[in-house]
C-alpha cells in the first residue's frame, strides 16, 4: 500500500467512526441526574420510551435534543399563567444547554462508575401523598367545601384546549387550569403551589368536555 492510500485508508476509518467525541460532558455523569429528575417518572425502565441506561437513550439522542430545545419535552400540556400551578418538571436553561452540548458533542457514555446510586426510574421527589379522589366533567357541583391539591385530567384523546374554573357561591371565579394540547399518554397531575379551598356549592366548570379526578387534601 501506497502511503497516499494508507493515509486515505485511515481518513475514511476516522470518518466512518460513530461518532467524534468534542464534549467532555457524559450521559453517566451529567445527563443521567437530569434525566433522573425530569424524565424517569415518564421514561422509566418499562415504559414505552425508556430512557434509565445509556443503551437505552443513545439511539434517542438527536430525537431528545430537538424535544428538550422545544421544550416538547418534558410535556407540560397547559398554558403558563393561568392557575397558579407547581411548574414541576421544567428543566432550566442551564440543562437544556448541557443535554444539547452533550448531544451535539457525540453523546458519550462516560464511565460507569459515575452513574447516580440511587435506583432508575423512581421520580426524585415523590408527589404529596393525596387523599381523596373527586371525579368531576363538564359541571361538577360541591357538596362539601374541599382543599384542591391538584388536578388529574381523564383524557381518552388530546385535549386541545380546555379551562376548568371555580365558579364560587359569591360569583367570583377562580381560575384553575387551562389544560391545552394535553396528551392522556403523558398521565400526570398538575398540582397548585398552595392548596385551594373552594366552599360547599362552588361549581367545577370546563370550556370543552373533559373528565378529571380533583386531589384533595385535608
Ligand atoms: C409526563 C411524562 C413525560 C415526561 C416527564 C417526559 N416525557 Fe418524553 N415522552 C412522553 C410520552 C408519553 C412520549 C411518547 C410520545 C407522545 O405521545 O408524546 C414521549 C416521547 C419522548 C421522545 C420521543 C419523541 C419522538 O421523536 O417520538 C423523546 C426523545 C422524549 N420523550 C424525551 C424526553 C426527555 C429527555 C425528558 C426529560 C427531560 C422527557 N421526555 C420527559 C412522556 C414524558
Given amino acids: 500500500m501506497t502511503l497516499r492510500a494508507l493515509a486515505f485508508a485511515l481518513l475514511a476509518t476516522r470518518l466512518m ?3 467524534i467525541i468534542t464534549t467532555n460532558l457524559t450521559f453517566t455523569r451529567d445527563i443521567s441526574r437530569i434525566f433522573d429528575r425530569h424524565c424517569a417518572t415518564c421514561h422509566g425502565p418499562s415504559s414505552e420510551i425508556p430512557l434509565s441506561t445509556y443503551e437505552q437513550a443513545r439511539p434517542w439522542a438527536v430525537a431528545i435534543k430537538e424535544q428538550i430545545l422545544s421544550r416538547a419535552m418534558p410535556p407540560w400540556g397547559a398554558v403558563k399563567g393561568f392557575g397558579n400551578l407547581k411548574p414541576d418538571h421544567a428543566l432550566t436553561q442551564e440543562e437544556i444547554m448541557i443535554i444539547a452540548a452533550w448531544v ?6 462516560g ?3 459515575w452513574l447516580p446510586k440511587q435506583a432508575h426510574g423512581k421520580p426524585a421527589s415523590p408527589s404529596p401523598s393525596i387523599g381523596d379522589a373527586l371525579t368531576g366533567s363538564n359541571e361538577t357541583k360541591l357538596t362539601e367545601p374541599i382543599r384542591l391539591a391538584g388536578i388529574r385530567p381523564l383524557a381518552d384523546a388530546t385535549v386541545e384546549s380546555a379551562r376548568i374554573t371555580a365558579r364560587l357561591p359569591n360569583g367570583a371565579v377562580q381560575p384553575l387550569i387551562w389544560l391545552y ?19 360547599k356549592g362552588a361549581v367545577i366548570e370546563t370550556t370543552a368536555p373533559v ?5 384533595t387534601i385535608n
Avoid: C, M, S
Wanted: no cysteine.
Fill in 211 to 215: 373528565r378529571f379526578v380533583l386531589e
Fill in 111 to 113: 464511565n460507569p462508575e
Fill in 17 to 19: 467512526a460513530h461518532d
Fill in 181 to 199: 394540547r394535553y396528551n392522556p399518554k403523558w398521565n400526570r397531575d398538575f398540582l397548585f403551589r398552595e392548596p385551594i379551598t373552594l366552599p
Fill in 104 to 109: 451535539i458533542g457525540g453523546a458519550p457514555q
